[in-house]
């Protein structure tokens, strides 16, 4: 509403007459729902609730305000929703009512409180309705007879419907104008979750057999004829109250004026839903059948969770837009091909001469996306591969998952895939019982017996599901079976977005890249961005490398010179070193080659403490020293500590060595680890000071002799061969990262008392994750191909704590090499292990014997 902060009260107390002065000035809200109210003008600084001024109330309240369309005589708008609410919840709940739903209902709405309530400072244009002689006592049965008796003297001409809804509640607009223009609103209407009391209230609320009344809490529905019947008489429904509640004696009042209980219908406890987990309602998973099947959720007492439920409600929104742009994009490929049109050339389509079917271009702005790739039908043929590789493989699902390609073969479903089942199976049970309530009859969703699923990278995820199902007959002969359906579906993909951000903020759209699938093969005329579709379409994006081609960036406008700022971020290398002297030429050398001869803004600082298994500290200074000769602009130093090893400690003194300030970017790292330059872009741009620590994931090798077996080879010779043979991604090591030292005192630090190896890596992501709220810092995870853990034998002591040790015995295993390779070792020695194997069993009774006989002697 603009301008709508402008109305407020005359110095003096008086009021303006109706229809004069700022009020009557104020302006209409664009949009589909409107509000009115007043509220203090600009310089406002600090907001009380002050007395009611003198003739303030329902009869001067300035919520004259009708869109032309809603004037006597004119078409009237559909809803006006009367909302209850009190004056400390002004800035918090009803405020986050009017930020949400409010403002998108198909009519209008406003917000009643006690007489002495004003608008908050943060929301000035909150539609505020004081009334007169009310407060804000519970239970609120005044100010709700009230409220019905305001809604009918100054809107009652204007609208159809009228809801009465509570400020902990959860509308879904579109929802609700679908219900109300079903129902014939000429006649008298009262519509709610019908109740006659708990066990304990049974009896005692005076009502009779057939009596019930609608609960107030997911909002209660009149039509303008009901509220025409009952506003007349609530001075007299007020004077005989039975009960203390207002619901119950606002269903009394009903029953008695306009003849008419509330809904019975089943149905309605799905339609207006209440949930009766109190005060952590709604604060879990949203992913519901009840969520997405009502109009009303109550209670959300914890007002930063209505705007949670309202960004959820709005990306289901989104869903569905999309949908039905796929759905435009099948019919238009469907309608080319009739006419004898190819798809691929649907972006120069024209419906007549010089008519185009697209007015935008690729690369506009308004572009409605590529129809060959989105309006394809959906199928599981979709991805045709020209080549071996290209052929996507199918997971089992069972009660595990059943992976031919992975390194654990048969494991626990993961989350992700969970829950994309669940909203699958969800959408099905949808379509299935579309038309339930005409069949009579409605079928229920039990258990999926099994499954396959892959995932197309350019097309989308493809399911075949057996479901079991329980078909209910509830109209003619009843019946209740089990069935089975056998489903092939598909999660379509939309089209690629690319949203390029400098430290977290978004500095331009850019043109979405061709994704046309080429029909002819590899002889194909190459097309713009088709070098990005083949990576893409192989499974394997190297957006890293492509990306400053695909959104065409020529290096010399402005955003590049944005990025060319983030370039220039000093990294600050904290390297912990105990012995292993070899392993610490090597990384000096890759340090050497890709940092200080590429003239990068980098530092290095090794914590060096002594080793028992090796004396090399004399040749570590001594190769640090030569390498601050040959390069004496950069800051590279060495830390001694005179105390055991521990990580933890090693890295908490190397941040220590960094000053405070612009420069103190931190890259925690290995000696183990080798990288390249585009590690320190990632770096760079995936770490913001204030917003954002990047933990990396690395690729570890695989044991030479187990990867290299044929030709004999103990060391890799290209550590940036990067396949499910030649290693494995640590997606679960936190070890290395990047952060600002700022960032790393906001969550605490390390944990120094944790000693030895590992553990402190995890704990300190725990901590970054636990203070995301809290802190604003998020953790950004992605594989970095070009940071490559090199293979070692880990050495696990003894003497560790359980968890660690733990921990080391499976980073060992893990290294042995992968699923493929072992498997060709146990074939190889098939022979050797059955013998073994037979030797164990035989050898198992003996003992078994020998120990029931020394038991009994």
């Not at 039975?242 to 089943?266: K, M, N």
């Not at 030479?704 to 396949?723: C, E, K």
Request: proline letters at 6%.
């Amino acid at each position: 509403m603009p301008d709508i902060g402008r109305q407020c009260f005359p110095p003096d107390g008086a009021v303006p007459a109706p229809g004069s002065g700022p009020a009557a000035a104020a302006a209409q809200s664009a949009g589909s729902g409107f509000g009115f109210g007043f509220g203090y003008g600009p310089g406002s600084e600090r907001w009380t609730s002050p007395p009611s001024p003198p003739g303030y109330g329902d009869d001067h309240d300035p919520l004259h305000l009708l869109e032309p369309d809603s004037k006597p005589g004119g078409r009237r708008s559909l809803v006006m929703v009367g909302v209850m609410t009190a004056d400390k919840y002004l800035p918090t709940r009803a405020a986050a009512v009017w930020d949400t739903w409010g403002k998108e209902l198909p009519g209008g709405i406003a917000f009643f409180s006690a007489s002495y309530s004003r608008p908050p400072p943060n929301r000035p244009d909150l539609p505020l309705v004081a009334l007169k002689g009310v407060d804000d006592s519970y239970p609120p049965q005044k100010k709700s007879f009230r409220m019905i008796e305001y809604l009918w003297e100054q809107y009652g001409d204007h609208f159809e419907w009228f809801l009465r809804a509570d400020d902990d509640v959860y509308v879904r607009p579109d929802k609700l104008e679908k219900l109300l223009r079903s129902v014939d609103s000429s006649k008298p209407q009262f519509i709610g979750q019908a109740g006659r009391g708990n066990q304990e209230e049974f009896g005692l609320l005076s009502l009779e057999f057939d009596e019930n009344f609608c609960m107030g809490g997911p909002g209660v529905l009149f039509s303008r004829e009901t509220l025409s019947r009952v506003a007349p008489h609530v001075k007299h429904c007020l004077k005989n109250l039975y009960t203390t509640h207002e619901d119950v004696e606002l269903g009394r009042c009903v029953q008695r004026f306009a003849g008419i209980p509330c809904t019975w219908s089943y149905e309605m406890q799905n339609i207006l839903y209440h949930n009766s987990s109190g005060n952590d309602a709604f604060t879990g998973n949203l992913k519901h059948r009840e969520v997405h099947r009502a109009i009303t959720l109550h209670p959300i007492k914890q007002y930063r969770h209505l705007y949670r439920v309202h960004n959820y409600l709005g990306q289901l929104k989104i869903q569905d837009s999309w949908q039905q742009a796929l759905s435009l994009h099948r019919d238009i490929v469907a309608m080319l091909q009739l006419l004898g049109q190819d798809p691929a050339h649907a972006d120069d389509a024209q419906l007549a001469q010089n008519v185009p079917l697209f007015h935008a271009k690729r690369g506009d702005r308004d572009y409605l996306g590529d129809s060959a790739l989105l309006g394809k039908p959906p199928g599981l043929n979709k991805s045709r591969p020209r080549r071996e590789a290209e052929v996507l493989p199918w997971d089992f699902i069972s009660r595990s998952l059943f992976s031919a390609g992975h390194a654990n073969p048969r494991r626990r479903i993961e989350s992700a895939l969970r829950e994309g089942m669940d909203d699958v199976v969800r959408e099905v049970m949808d379509m299935i019982n579309a038309f339930s309530k005409q069949r009579g009859r409605v079928i229920e969703y039990r258990e999926i017996l099994y499954g396959y699923h892959r995932l197309d990278p350019v097309y989308g995820a493809d399911y075949i599901l057996d479901l079991l199902l329980v078909y209910k007959k509830y109209r003619g002969k009843k019946m209740t079976v089990p069935v089975r359906r056998h489903a092939y579906l598909q999660q379509q993909f939309t089209g690629l977005e690319i949203r390029e951000t400098v430290e977290g903020e978004e500095v331009g759209r850019q043109p979405p890249p061709d994704l046309t699938q080429s029909e002819d093969g590899d002889d194909a005329p190459p097309q713009p961005g088709s070098s990005f579709r083949e990576a893409f379409e192989s499974g394997l994006l190297r957006i890293g490398d492509a990306l400053p081609s695909i959104l065409g960036r020529d290096g010399r406008d402005e955003e590049a010179r944005d990025e060319a700022s983030v370039r220039r971020k000093m990294i600050n290398f904290i390297l912990p070193l105990a012995g292993r002297f070899s392993t610490f030429s090597r990384f000096i050398s890759v340090f050497e080659e890709e940092c200080l001869m590429n003239a990068e803004q980098v530092a290095l600082f090794v914590i060096l403490f002594p080793s028992e298994q090796e004396v090399s500290v004399n040749e570590t200074v001594s190769l640090m020293s030569s390498l601050q000769r040959r390069w004496p602009q950069h800051r590279l130093a060495v830390v001694p500590v005179f105390d055991s090893f521990a990580r933890a400690l090693a890295l908490e003194i190397g941040a220590a060595q960094v000053k405070d300030g612009e420069e103190d970017l931190l890259f925690f790292v290995d000696v183990d680890m080798v990288f390249n330059r585009a590690t320190l872009e990632r770096i760079r741009v995936n770490t913001i000071r204030g917003r954002q620590a990047y933990f990396p994931i690395v690729f570890s090798e695989f044991e030479p002799a187990t990867v290299y077996r044929d030709q004999g080879l103990s060391v890799a010779p290209n550590h940036f061969l990067i396949n499910q043979d030649t290693g494995y991604w640590r997606q679960y090591g936190f070890g290395i990262v990047s952060l600002y030292k700022s960032d790393l005192r906001r969550v605490g630090g390390f944990d120094t008392s944790i000693r030895g190896w590992g553990k402190e890596d995890v704990d300190l992501y725990d901590k970054f994750v636990a203070s995301m709220a809290a802190n604003n810092v998020s953790v950004f995870r992605a594989a970095d191909p070009n940071l490559v853990h090199v293979f070692h034998i880990v050495d696990c002591d003894p003497n560790l704590e359980a968890s660690q040790l733990k921990m080391c015995k499976g980073t060992r295993a893990d290294t042995l090499g992968g699923v493929s390779q072992l498997a060709q070792g146990v074939y190889a020695q098939g022979r050797a292990i059955l013998d073994f194997a037979k030797k164990r069993r035989a050898a198992a009774p003996a003992a078994s014997a020998a120990g029931a006989g020394g038991t009994g002697s």
